[in-house]
Structure formats: C-alpha cells, structure tokens
C-alpha cells in the first residue's frame, strides 16, 4: 500500500469520538462562547463545538476516554443553561421487585441514560435519557435481555426530539410572551392615563404596578435572570447579562422608590418608579425571541423533510405470506415487497421484478431511474410505478438516508473560518458593553443630569447592544445553505469547505468516470472491404462475446443492441492486451489493435492513418480482419458526460480555470480536453503523483477545487483545497472529500461554488449589519446625540432595535431558500 493510501486509510479509522449534546436556552453568540469554553474544561474533551441555530454542542472526546454525560450536564446547568434530556415510560408485562433494581442497574450503565425507574406495581420501567447519544432499540434490547417483551412504541417524538422541544422551548416562550403582554398592558394604561387624568395617590398606584410588574419580572424574563446569576459563579457574561442588569435596575429602583420613598424625599426628590420600563423592554425582548424563534425553525425544514420521507411500515415476505410490519423491525436479509406508488422502506438490492424509483430526494435528479433484478434501490425514495422484491442490505443508521442526514448536521454542526471574527467580538462584547453602560451613568451623573437621566441612559446601553445578531449571522447562513444543497444531491460534510469553494479559481476534474461515463463505447463503424456494416459487427461481437475484456464487451453490447443474433464461435484464442481470434461462420475472424495484427501477419501500412485520426481523437481503434484480410476498423471511446461542455462553459464564465487529469495517455486525454474547451491538461500521471500535482498547482497560487470517482484520486481529493467525491465513486473517495455530489453529474461543482458565493455574500451582510447595528446604535444610546440635536434614545426603542436586528439576520439567511441553482 503507497503512502497516500496509508494516509486515507488513517483518516477513515479515526479514533475520536464525536457525541452531539442538544441545549436548551442558548440565544446569542456569548452564550456559545460560554458553553464550549465551559465544555473544554471537561477532562477527556478533545474539542467542543457549539451551534446556536441547531442547538447542539459537537463534542470530540479523546481516543480511549470515557466522559459521563452526567458530568456532561452538570457543567452546561452550572453556566445557567439546560440539557434536552427525553423522558419515554416502556410498559414491561410481568416486572417483578426482585429484577427491578437489576434493570435499572443495567439501563444505568448504557452512555446517556441519565435516570432509571423501574415500577413493578404499574409494570412500568420509565428512562430518562439523552437522545442523541443512546436510542430507544438500546434501551429496548436491554431490558429483553432479562426475558421480558417490551411491546413496539412510536418513536416519533424519539426520531425527531429536536424538533419537539424546539416546539416546547417556542410554547414555553409564547404563554411567557402572553402573560407579559396582558400585565405590561394594564402597566401602560397608568402611563397614558396621565395624558387625560393625573391620579393623586401615586403611593397606591405604585403599589400596583409593582404587583402587576413583579411576574413579567420574574416570570416573563426569570430565564435571563437565572442565567445571570448562575453566570456570576464563574464570571462568564452573555446576552442575559445585559438584558438582566438593564431591566433589573430599572426594577429593583422602583422597587426602592415604592416601598422606601423617604430615602428619595429626604433630599428633596420625588420617588418615581419605572416598572414600565422594565415591563415593556422584558415583553418586546420576549415577543422578538418568539419570531426569531420561528424563524430559526425555517432554517432546518431540509432536515425535517428528509427525516420524515421514511415510511413507518413496510410489506416483509415471509414464508410466502405478506406481512406488514414496522420498519424498525426489518432486518438485513429480509425479502421486502414494494408496489407501485410506494415509497421503498430501507436500502436493498431487486430480486425480482421491476420498477421505475423517483430518486430525487438523494440525487436530485427530477426524472425517474428504471430498476430491474440486481439493481440497488435507497430507501425513502418512491417507487412510481411497477412492483418488485428485494432483498435488504442496510437499516437504520446505516441506510443512505441516515448518512446524508448526518452529514448534513455534521456540517451545520461545523464553523467556517469567517465566524472566528464573530466569536472574537463576542468573547469580549459583554464586558465592554457593560463599560460602556456604567460609564455613561457616571458621564451623565456627574455632569448633573440627575439620577433617573442616567439610569435611562444605563439601561438603554445595556439593552440595544445585541451579540445575539452576531451569533446567528453565520450560523443560520450555513444551516440554510446546506440544507439547500441537499435538496440539489449535494451534501457538504463541513462549513469551512463551503467558504472555500467560493474562493476557488481552478477546477481539475480526473477523466475516467468524472468528465467521461468511465464506459467504452462503441462510437464508428469504419468498413474497409465489401461486407456489410451490420455483417461486420456481428463477426466482431461473435468472437468478442468469450472475452472478458471492457472493450469487447463494448462490441457485445452495440450488437446486441443493434438486434444482431451472434453466431458461435470455434477455435477461439486470445492474446492480453492484443486481441481475439476465432472461427466464425467458417470464416477465421481476428479483432484487435495493430499489434495483434502484425503478429497474424496481416499488412497494416495502409491502415496507419486511419489509426492517427481515430488515436487524436480520443478513440481506441479495433481493427477486424477476415481470412486474412481487414475489412473494418470499429472505434470505441469513453463518451463525454452530456452537461460537461456546457458547465465548463459556465465555470469559464466566473473566470475560474479548468484542468484535466487523468492516468489516460496524453492524445486521449488532449482528444477529450479539446471537446470539451479544456486547455490545461495533466496527463500519464500515476495514482500516487495526482497528490503532488495538486500541491504544484496550490503552491502557484492557485485554491485547488478537485473532482474525482475513483480510488486513485482520494490522495488528490484530501491534498486540494476543496475536494469534491462524484456520487457514484467509491467509498474511499467519498471518505476524503469535503464535498459528494449524489448525481452522477458534474452541474453539481457549478451549482456549488455558486451556493457558496450566494451564502457568503449573506454572511457578509448579516456580519455588517451585526457590527454596525452595534457600533451605531450603542452610542446613541449612550446619549451621544443629546448635546448636538437632544435625541435619545429610550429603554423601550432600544429593545425593539435589539430584537428586529436578530429577526433581520434570521431572515436574511432564510433568502438562501429561494436560491435557484
């Protein structure tokens, strides 16, 4: 095995260990600062990586450590943020005391089973337990190891945990929302009650309004507070920092001014009070958080599609009878029937039968895909017409559904190199925004404006500073976009991938498979004597039909597809890398190339030109003689892809340069390049120098997007820049690029380096309008303006300002959808 080989091999048996964690409560790009420095503390944690839009943190776990998720959890609720943990109850016929608190040991033990309670009097074993790193099989196959039948159970809300407590957090949000809204309301009426009648008793009505005030406080925004405090501990400062000590202060002021207002009249100051300040600022940062909510939600619908696409039940053949069962019992080696208008449960290969499979949702190819005896078919995709058996070859986690799904949360799950600006501001933001709040208080206070001015002024700082823009600007970006690219076959295994393809300025595309079907085929019939066309190739495909070589096989398929009958052959012997000879019809036949010619003896001078014409063109001749004599030349090339001229055309048209390289002799390869308006062409480059060529081209400046299928291009495919795996390449292939296109099409690399300049031209956007929405406004706030033109801007107008910058980003990555590539 050559060295590169070593190295894919290294890189396809990694030994670290990634487990994905789901969080609750995270809303800015400080709260992901806070939670993955937090989880790198953890012994054993490798690398951590947080996404705001998924929610989930990425954790890589050192080779040969064991992390308890308890510890896991512990350190994500002691920063003030919570872990999605799924409750399920298994209904356990026949449980007994005496197994019980052996179950419950049992089920203790798994990785991410956080509680057991096994209760013989209900017949009831209920599990707490971390979705995304133990599944409901494990559990099942654990407590049937004790004899007991655990009876099938929707896994609905198992399979899409992520998707129900996004629901709740937005429920849970929404009755905050309500609540705050009807109190701050009744808060309001006082307030436009003093434009008609000014109430007198300003003691009483104090009183109320802290009462009315009090649950908004507490209740509306209780999560800011309790993030806060347990923020406090380890003096780590987010977006609840901010919105807690603006709206605290004012709160916590009225609450002095209302129960002791002798402090504030001892030295001549009417006690006034501004609950609805505080009021107002918590129920439009709640009413903004629901709409980003939503919003988000948008962003991982490509998820949500393809996650319900599989059916929950399917056709098993056994013992001749069918049967319909769940899908989560099939297994390998079951025999499925499929009829028409259904969609095909799991992956399988046909055993009988035909259909026509509608494969769009993994290719994204629109026209149906004809199937026959031995043909794979994917699950989830649908079979539109016919009805067929096959036999299954892949369930669950190992279907091709489940990869592409997990490759797409690993890639949203992932950060490119632009968000590190992002994370950089956001890790010192907090703390300065604060500086700058507290210093306005002081500037303003000293300078004699009065207490309440400055406290206005505090809070109007604290609450329009808006990391949460700048921890969505990106990650919402990527979560569309490869949601996206998705729906077109193309799936990208990480973010920093997709920032690169935007930059890429050559192309270099390996030949066989790739820019060509990787197919011989029969492309002219030369005739060189008086037997018919059709005569001819039936003597060529006669003798050709015991050979084992591709080319005949070319000559065997063009005849049979012609119609033509074969006659049998006698005598047949064959020369490797020569030719074939036999008798045929009592004639003695010879196919093959010069060589094999001149060896029988057979005059060639007058054929040499005929075999440079064909040679530049990128075709193999095959010479046919006849007792001794050539009566014909058949020409078999590897056929051009239909859409490779036209999407080099386009490449060229985004100044982006192409290559070819290939193993392919230099004429062939030129031939090719020549059709197709390809004029760099690498050729007669041996496997293991395809890497160094790519190294060349990336040291003469060039970022170096590779396309390859074969197991000889994967060392070029990790070398380039970015490299992209056509889909009906190998696996190893598959294994080193950054990129897999599951339509044997290259459109797909054009379709790609245009999503990724679309998705950057909006991180752009989102990123400026996140920083200068900050450097803007929060001056401003601070009273700048106030001196030049006596403008401020109130606590209230600086919270609707915050929550429209989040909603704007949101929205603005959400453009992506519409993107036709």
Not at 124 to 153: A, C, Q, R, W
Not at 208 to 214: H, M
Not at 269 to 279: I, L, Q, R, T
Not at 666 to 689: R, S
Request: glycine share 6%.
């Amino acid at each position: 095995m050559s060295e590169k080989n070593k190295e894919i091999e290294k890189l396809k048996e990694s030994k670290t260990v990634k487990i994905d964690i789901p969080i609750i409560g995270m809303t800015c790009a400080s709260c992901v600062l806070k939670v993955q420095n937090n989880l790198l503390k953890l012994q054993g944690v490798k690398n951590a990586t947080v996404n705001l839009v998924t929610g989930k943190a990425t954790i890589e776990i050192e080779p040969d450590k064991k992390i308890n998720p308890k510890e896991i959890i512990k350190s994500i609720k002691s920063i003030g943020y919570d872990v999605a943990i799924q409750k399920i109850t298994f209904p356990v016929e026949g449980i007994s005391s005496a197994s019980s608190p052996h179950i419950e040991n049992a089920l203790s033990k798994l990785n991410g089973v956080i509680n057991v309670l096994a209760n013989p009097a209900t017949e009831n074993i209920t599990v707490e337990f971390i979705p995304t790193l133990v599944s409901l099989d494990n559990i099942k196959e654990e407590i049937e190891k004790f004899g007991y039948k655990v009876p099938p159970i929707s896994e609905e809300e198992i399979e899409l945990y992520d998707e129900i407590i996004r629901k709740n957090e937005y429920e849970d949000l929404k009755k905050r929302f309500i609540l705050s809204a009807v109190l701050t309301g009744l808060i309001l009426i006082d307030m436009l009650s003093h434009f008609v009648y000014h109430i007198q008793n300003r003691m009483l009505v104090n009183y109320i309004l802290f009462i009315l005030a009090t649950p908004v406080i507490f209740y509306g925004g209780g999560k800011f507070f309790r993030s806060f405090i347990a923020g406090l501990r380890y003096l780590s400062m987010d977006m609840n920092t901010l919105i807690a000590i603006g709206t605290g202060s004012a709160y916590f002021y009225s609450v002095v001014a209302t129960f002791y207002p002798q402090i504030f009249t001892s030295i001549g100051k009417a006690p006034d009070v501004y609950y609805e300040v505080s009021a107002v600022i918590i129920t439009l940062i709640l009413f903004g958080r629901l709409l980003e909510s939503k919003a988000k939600a948008q962003t991982t619908e490509a998820i949500k599609k393809l996650s319900s696409l599989q059916p929950k039940t399917a056709t098993l053949i056994r013992d001749g009878e069918e049967i319909i069962v769940p899908v989560k019992e099939i297994k390998t080696g079951d025999i499925i029937l499929v009829k028409p208008g259904e969609r095909i449960p799991v992956d399988g290969v046909i055993v009988e039968g035909y259909g026509s499979v509608d494969e769009s949702i993994i290719t994204g190819e629109s026209m149906p895909v004809e199937k026959k005896p031995g043909d794979n078919v994917i699950g989830s995709t649908l079979n539109k017409a016919g009805s067929f058996r096959f036999k299954v070859t892949n369930v669950g986690k190992d279907t091709v559904l489940s990869k592409i799904i997990q490759l797409v949360k690993d890639a949203q799950a992932t950060k490119p190199p632009v968000q590190k600006l992002a994370d950089k501001v956001a890790s010192v933001f907090v703390p300065i925004v604060i500086g700058i709040a507290v210093l306005t208080f002081l500037i303003w206070y000293l300078l004699g404006y009065g207490f309440t001015f400055a406290l206005m002024n505090f809070v109007s700082v604290l609450i329009v500073a808006c990391p949460c823009a700048l921890g969505l600007a990106t990650p919402t970006a990527i979560v569309v976009a490869t949601g996206k690219s998705a729906e077109y076959g193309i799936l990208i295994r990480n973010a920093q991938a997709l920032e690169i393809a935007n930059k890429v300025n050559i192309v270099v595309f390996d030949k066989t498979g790739t820019i060509t079907y990787g197919k011989p085929e029969v492309t002219d019939i030369i005739k060189l004597g008086n037997i018919p066309e059709n005569e001819l190739l039936r003597l060529s495909a006669s003798v050709e039909r015991n050979s084992e070589h591709p080319l005949a096989e070319a000559i065997v398929r063009y005849a049979r597809l012609r119609g033509l009958k074969l006659y049998k052959p006698k005598n047949f012997f064959s020369i490797p890398g020569q030719g074939v000879f036999a008798n045929v019809d009592s004639s003695n036949v010879a196919v093959g190339n010069i060589t094999f010619m001149r060896n029988l003896n057979i005059e060639m001078k007058n054929f040499e030109r005929i075999l440079d014409i064909l040679t530049n063109e990128g075709k193999t001749p095959v010479f046919v003689a006849v007792d001794g004599k050539i009566v014909g030349v058949i020409a078999i090339a590897d056929t051009i892809k239909h859409d490779v001229r036209e999407t080099i055309l386009n490449l060229k048209k985004l100044n982006i340069d192409v290559a070819i390289l290939t193993g392919d002799n230099y004429k062939t390869a030129k031939a090719i390049a020549n059709k197709i308006g390809v004029q760099k062409v690498f050729a007669e480059v041996l496997p293991d120098q395809k890497s160094e060529k790519i190294e060349e081209l990336k040291n003469s400046g060039y970022i170096v997007a590779m396309v390859g299928d074969g197991v000889n291009d994967a060392p070029a495919l990790a070398k380039a820049n970015v490299g992209i795996a056509i889909g009906s390449g190998t696996d190893v292939a598959s294994a080193t690029a950054d990129m897999i296109l599951m339509k044997d099409d290259i459109k797909g690399v054009l379709q790609v380096i245009k999503l990724s300049a679309k998705t950057y031209k909006i991180i752009k956007q989102n990123l400026f309008w996140a920083f200068f929405y900050n450097l803007i406004l929060i001056p401003i706030a601070a009273g700048i303006l106030y001196p030049i033109a006596g403008i401020l801007l109130k606590p209230v107008f600086a919270s609707i300002s915050m929550s429209f910058s989040s909603v704007f980003v949101v929205s603005n990555s959400l453009r992506i959808k519409k993107l036709k590539l």
